[in-house]
């Protein structure tokens, strides 16, 4: 995969100069696989958007949301869960997950885990080449041995 950047992270959007990372998402791409016995081929339409690493205890888009003053702020919990403001200050997302799997969900609602079929894979957008770059994964099977594969790069 060719690298997509438009370097929307020059421009510092995230608040108190926090880390900003860019993210590629690609959008639908309504035709198909072109294939050929030696090649396979999907066309991809890449979408730029930026992220914002924010500090403990922050969060929002932009870092500027305080997760121990502010109270309920449109969206602010993710998987159509509920907003709660509790009395002291601060909120509650509620109701994160329907099937009841709340260890895959984190404070604010949002999915930390995965789960893929029998002989699936991951892929990911080519990294331009950086001086710095960490990626962990962590796998764990669903096996009654429940083999853990934890991956460092």
Same mark, same amino acid.
């Given at each position: ?66 997760? /121990? ?8 919990? #993710? *998987?159509? +869960?509920?907003? !709660?403001? @509790? ?16 260890? /895959? ?8 885990? #995965? *789960?893929? +079929?029998?002989? !699936?894979? @991951? ?31």
């Amino acid at each position: 995969v060719l690298p997509f950047d438009d370097n929307l992270c020059v421009r510092e959007p995230c608040l108190n100069y926090e880390e900003c990372l860019t993210v590629l998402k690609f959008g639908n791409a309504s035709t198909g696989f072109i294939s050929s016995d030696t090649v396979l081929f999907r066309p991809i339409y890449p979408v730029t958007t930026f992220a914002c690493r924010c500090p403990r205890g922050f969060t929002g888009v932009n870092c500027e949301l305080d997760l /121990h003053l502010d109270t309920c702020q449109p969206g602010i919990c #993710r *998987s159509n +869960s509920l907003c !709660s403001p @509790l009395i002291k200050g601060g909120f509650v997302c509620e109701n994160c997950s329907p099937t009841g799997g709340v260890e /895959h969900y984190t404070k604010l609602c949002e999915l930390r885990s #995965r *789960s893929f +079929s029998k002989e !699936s894979f @991951l892929t990911f957008p080519a990294l331009r080449q950086r001086h710095r770059v960490h990626i962990k994964l962590r796998y764990v099977t669903t096996l009654k041995q429940r083999h853990h594969v934890n991956i460092k790069l």
